[in-house]
């Protein structure tokens, strides 16, 4: 289990749901292959859709850019081992 091993690169997120955010990557890589990024996201993801309310979006590699908007509250990027995570709930237009 990895979990407690993530650093922090970017977040607005409370406390609380950082920490959930990191167990539920660490949750995620202890059942999935480490290559099979599109499983850990899917698992993150559906796990912040049950928790929070649907709408969240979650990518996972060790190498990508983005942009993006966001509600206030719900975005974090941080890594565990060289895999980076970006989970965010997307902002209503």
């Given at each position: ?11 607005d ?14 949750q995620a ?36 850019g ?28």
């Amino acid at each position: 289990m990895l979990e407690g091993k993530g650093m922090v690169k970017e977040t607005d997120m409370a406390e609380k749901m950082q920490r959930k955010a990191m167990a539920c990557a660490s949750q995620a890589l202890d059942l999935f292959d480490v290559t099979d990024c599109i499983s850990v996201a899917a698992h993150i993801k559906k796990e912040f859709d049950k928790e929070y309310g649907g709408a969240w979006q979650c990518v996972v590699g060790s190498n990508f850019g983005c942009f993006f908007t966001h509600q206030q509250g719900t975005f974090i990027y941080f890594a565990i081992e060289k895999l980076n995570f970006l989970i965010f709930k997307g902002a209503s237009s």
